[in-house]
């Protein structure tokens, strides 16, 4: 059986972060694993608070898994700290990741902080060279580049900007465009776009769904544009299927 990793942080609403990564790689059938970067107060209404892992504990569990594991496919989400981002950056100095995507979760939905302002520079000159692919929305895509992110061509813009920092394949998602769901592929040359219509929900974790999957298709011996191709419409389908567990966003419907 494939492995697939995820590093973020704990929901303890099961919506996002570990705990919905860990769902979608078994819905993928890939063997999951996951480290906490971060412990959370949430839930479906929003985050309050957010503590980190100490340091040499979350480098420690890093280490452990690539000492006696081989990882097929790993994400990244949530960091929360840049000191979980340079300690990354020691362990992949030793161990090279192999299919190492990045979530660049920068903040919630509601615009809580997720990422210091040192880890978002951190990220992008440390991680990102070492990243087979990088998946921002158009808020993160917008803070990692400078530049607003709002239609189409904007979106390619970012891209060839975050692209210049070092990923081998970049993946700008417009679910938050105003018209239509469009993901934008950037491979350095050409750009290739998902489209789908827009679902007028307010959901929790479909972005770390569709890295996950990404994650796990990859894993699978899926091509770039096959693994995107398969998450997109898996994500689509979960979104409109989205169950009412709370009273606040709904969390995806992951065993459509």
């Not at 959370?40 to 006696?68: C, R």
């Amino acid at each position: 059986m494939k492995t697939c990793l995820s590093i973020a942080g704990s929901d303890p609403s099961g919506g996002a972060g570990i705990q919905v990564d860990l769902k979608t790689f078994t819905r993928f059938e890939v063997y999951g694993m996951a480290i906490p970067t971060a412990l959370t107060v949430q839930n479906s209404m929003g985050i309050s608070e957010v503590v980190s892992i100490p340091p040499d504990l979350f480098e420690k569990q890093v280490a452990s898994l690539f000492e006696d594991i081989s990882i097929d496919a790993m994400k990244t989400g949530m960091l929360f700290s840049n000191e979980n981002v340079e300690r990354l950056y020691q362990t992949f100095l030793k161990s090279k990741p192999t299919h190492l995507v990045i979530d660049p979760i920068i903040r919630s939905t509601s615009g809580f902080r997720l990422l210091e302002e040192k880890g978002v520079d951190a990220l992008k000159k440390l991680l990102f060279p070492f990243a087979f692919l990088v998946t921002p929305n158009l808020k993160e895509a917008s803070s990692l580049t400078n530049i607003p992110v709002n239609t189409v061509s904007e979106m390619e813009e970012a891209a060839r900007k975050i692209y210049d920092l070092g990923p081998k394949f970049v993946l700008v998602k417009g679910g938050h465009l105003t018209n239509e769901a469009v993901d934008l592929f950037y491979d350095g040359d050409s750009f290739q776009t998902w489209k789908s219509p827009k679902i007028d929900k307010k959901v929790h974790g479909a972005g770390c769904v569709l890295s996950a999957a990404i994650t796990a298709c990859l894993a699978r011996g899926h091509s770039v544009d096959l693994a995107i191709e398969e998450a997109h419409k898996f994500v689509h389908r979960a979104i409109e299927q989205a169950m009412p567990v709370g009273t606040g966003a709904l969390p995806l419907n992951l065993f459509h």
